[in-house]
């Protein structure tokens, strides 16, 4: 089955400073790929997601980049805020209907936004 | 803004005993999934059914835990005997056909003593 590994577990960094969150993955036949944010005590929320015939996809200060060659995915935030402190977690899947394949995690960043 | 509904949403429970984990996924949504969150194995695919049919229920132990679609607008989960290993945080999510994103609901935060 597919294995996803992230890293770094923790990351600290400064306010206004970009932070970068990168995942592997093993199954070649994964092709959607999201990203969800996780703040303590509440449920994983889809931040941004990528398909595997584009490259890149960015939203406001949110950006992900696919390498499908190495598979191997990434995250970055620019410009951080403090609200930007929380627990990311990478997936991959499978399947043509993106969301309704089952997802495997990464085993998750817990970025913490320094003031 | 249409959300998946988990209850309870916290449990305590002693060892032994059984647990009824509850889920209304977002109407419309025909895939609902079941995840444990704990912090050593982080977000763990137990089962998931599409149309009501489980598809894959190979992440669970199959000696105690079992899971149900009693009607599209249900999802339960049951652990029967209850350990303390079982406890953790479970997430119900559901997903739409056709490019519809996941989406989780707040789960049960189960403690077993």
């Known amino acids: 089955g597919e294995n996803v590994e992230q890293h770094p577990s923790t990351l600290s960094v400064q306010e206004g400073d970009s932070a970068v969150i990168k995942c592997t993955y093993s199954d070649s036949a994964s092709n959607y790929f999201p990203w969800y944010k996780q703040e303590l005590g509440k449920r994983p929320q889809l931040i941004i997601d990528i398909r595997s015939n584009v490259g890149e996809k960015k939203d406001q200060r949110i950006a992900v980049t696919l390498n499908k060659t190495a598979k191997h995915f990434s995250l970055h935030i620019t410009e951080t805020q403090p609200e930007d402190s929380a627990v990311y977690f990478c997936a991959a899947s499978r399947g043509a209907s993106f969301g309704n394949e089952k997802l495997t995690f990464g085993t998750g960043t817990r970025l913490t936004i320094i003031p | 803004d249409a959300r998946v509904t988990q209850t309870p949403r916290d449990k305590v429970t002693e060892m032994g005993q059984e647990v009824t984990m509850r889920c209304q996924p977002i109407?419309?949504?025909?895939?609902v999934f079941w995840y444990r969150q704990t912090m050593m194995q982080g977000l763990e695919l137990l089962a998931y059914f599409r149309n009501r049919a489980p598809l894959d229920d190979s992440g669970m132990p199959k000696d105690r835990f079992s899971a149900e679609m009693p009607d599209a607008t249900l999802a339960t989960l049951k652990i029967q005997p209850s350990e303390p290993r079982d406890s953790a945080v479970y997430f119900c999510a559901s997903a739409a056909n056709g490019g519809s994103p996941l989406h989780f609901g707040n789960g049960t935060r189960l403690t077993v003593t």
């Open positions: 109407l419309g949504h025909n895939t």
